[in-house]
């Protein structure tokens, strides 16, 4: 009788350890993406490489900020329990001299890499 209660909880456990692995992962991809975008570096090679399978990726300018967001679905171990979403923010100031117009939005398909992400870095005194 106590044995399902047990598997349960154990599968719980693990979907829980899974879901602050992919939440850890969202973390780092958005301050990678944020700090690569702020110092005027394309951000399609920073975040994707940390972002968990099934992520999307936001780049939003706002004044002298840019603002990072990963959000990435949880998949149950199991299949028995609901999935879940986890997110990560990351906020970066612009690099003084450095205009950057960005509104980006990637997803990381399951074993696919990105090959490219619409974000716009405008040099100081270049048409833009």
Same mark, same amino acid.
């Given at each position: 009788?106590?044995?399902?209660?047990?598997?349960?909880?154990?599968?719980?456990?693990?979907?829980?350890?899974?879901?602050?692995?992919?939440?850890?992962?969202?973390?780092?991809?958005?301050?990678?993406?944020?700090?690569?975008?702020?110092?005027?570096?394309?951000?399609?090679?920073?975040?994707?490489?940390?972002?968990?399978?099934?992520?999307?990726?936001?780049?939003?300018?706002?004044?002298?900020?840019?603002?990072?967001?990963?959000?990435? *679905?949880?998949? *149950?171990?199991?299949?028995?329990?609901?999935?879940?979403?986890?997110?990560?923010?990351?906020?970066?100031?612009?690099?003084?001299?450095?205009?950057?117009?960005?509104?980006?939005?990637?997803?990381?398909?399951?074993?696919?890499?990105?090959?490219?992400?619409?974000?716009?870095?405008?040099?100081?005194?270049?048409?833009?």
């Amino acid at each position: 009788m106590a044995l399902p209660a047990l598997v349960l909880l154990l599968l719980a456990g693990l979907t829980a350890v899974n879901a602050v692995t992919t939440q850890l992962r969202c973390v780092a991809a958005a301050r990678d993406v944020a700090l690569a975008v702020a110092r005027g570096e394309p951000g399609a090679e920073a975040g994707p490489g940390n972002a968990p399978d099934g992520a999307t990726i936001v780049v939003i300018r706002d004044g002298n900020t840019v603002r990072a967001s990963v959000r990435a *679905p949880v998949a *149950p171990v199991g299949g028995l329990l609901p999935g879940l979403t986890v997110s990560a923010v990351a906020v970066a100031a612009v690099e003084p001299g450095l205009t950057v117009s960005a509104i980006a939005v990637t997803a990381v398909e399951p074993g696919l890499t990105v090959s490219a992400v619409a974000v716009a870095v405008v040099e100081p005194g270049l048409p833009g």
